[in-house]
Structure formats: structure tokens, C-alpha cells
């Protein structure tokens, strides 16, 4: 039987995703000369306990695309509740991404760990593959570390937190 229904258009797939709260999260690198580059992503998440595996999604367009394609680790930023404006400037183009933003360079990789987050996950990059207009970042976690506060969400296109009943 032919599908006969009209092509989902960008408005209805994001109604239709925007329905699925997301965690929000900065995943940063640094480029051969030392440049650090970040982006903002609430596509992320585990993959695989052996080896460890975690994933993100990069827009092909974004800025910081190249750094991505050739670099060999990442570190993962879980943000936490009250970094709503630090997810905005990261998700921002041509803004200077990282001024303002303390930051500490992570144990395994020295990559830009973005302070007050509640998880750092540092990685090796394990694969990358094409999926429409972005690229899908596997990393194998090497190292990372937990705090105590409360994750960022992102859900009907604003932040929020979780509330457990």
C-alpha cells in the first residue's frame, strides 16, 4: 500500500520531538591549534556499557563542525538547573561561546569542563556517522565526574528542571 500522507515538515517534527523532555548538555573540544569549540545538545545519550559509549548529535552547518571532524576526544557537559543562559550562549552562532564561562581543563583529555555542571563525561572519539544534516559523535567515555546538583531540562522548547512525584 502507497504512503499517501503529506512529508513531515521541520514545524511538525519539532512540535512532535519538543513533546520529549531532554536533558541539555555543552560538548566541547579543542582544534589543532588549541582553539576550543562547543555546541549545545539535548540529542545525547548512552549507547553501551562495554565498552562505555555515549552519543551526540552536531549540525553539519554549525560553527564548530570542522573542529568536531577532526578532533580525537570530547568531554560532555550535563548542565545543571540554572544554566539555562550558558546554554544559550553555546547554542548561539559566530558568538565568542566560551567568554564569560568558567571553565577547568578535564583530567583525561584537558578539554574544557564547564564549571556547575552536574556531569563531566570525558571521551575518546569512537565514531562518527552521517545521519541527514548532522553527524552523530560516539565517544567511548575514559573518565568523568558526578556532582550533587540538579540537571537542566529542556522540554516544549524551554528550561526547566525534573520533579520526581
Same mark, same amino acid.
Given at each position: ?9 521541520? @514545524? ?7 513533546? !520529549?523532555? &531532554?536533558?541539555?548538555?555543552i560538548v566541547?573540544?579543542?582544534? $589543532?591549534? %588549541? ?6 545538545a539535548?540529542?545525547?545519550?548512552s549507547?553501551?556499557?562495554a ?7 552536531? @549540525?553539519?552547518?554549525?560553527d564548530?563542525?570542522?573542529? !568536531?571532524? &577532526? ?5 560532555i557537559?550535563i548542565? $545543571?538547573? %540554572?544554566?539555562?543562559?550558558v546554554?544559550?550562549?553555546f ?8 567568554a564569560?564561562?568558567?571553565?577547568t581543563?578535564g583530567a ?12 563531566h563525561i570525558?571521551?575518546?572519539?569512537h565514531a ?12 567511548e ?5 558526578r556532582?550533587?546538583?540538579?540537571p537542566l531540562?529542556?522540554f516544549?522548547?524551554?528550561?526547566g ?5
Open positions: 500500500m502507497p504512503d499517501t500522507a503529506p512529508p513531515v515538515t521541520k @514545524e511538525l517534527f519539532r512540535k512532535l520531538v519538543g513533546g !520529549f523532555p &531532554a536533558g541539555v548538555t566541547t573540544t579543542r582544534d $589543532a591549534n %588549541g582553539t576550543p569549540w562547543g555546541f549545545t539535548s540529542s545525547f545519550c549507547v553501551s556499557l565498552p562505555p559509549l555515549v552519543l551526540v548529535c552536531l @549540525e553539519d552547518a554549525a564548530c563542525h570542522p573542529a !568536531f571532524a &577532526a578532533a580525537a576526544s570530547m568531554t557537559n548542565l $545543571a538547573v %540554572g544554566q539555562g543562559d546554554a544559550m550562549q547554542a548561539s552562532k559566530g558568538a565568542d561561546k566560551f564569560g564561562v568558567a571553565i581543563p583525561h583529555t584537558s578539554l574544557p569542563l564547564i564549571d556547575g555542571a552536574v556531569s570525558e571521551c575518546k572519539i562518527r556517522h552521517a545521519a541527514g544534516d548532522h553527524t552523530i559523535l560516539v565517544g567515555v575514559i573518565g568523568g565526574v556532582t550533587d546538583g540538579d531540562a529542556y516544549g522548547r524551554s528550561f528542571s525534573f520533579k520526581p512525584e
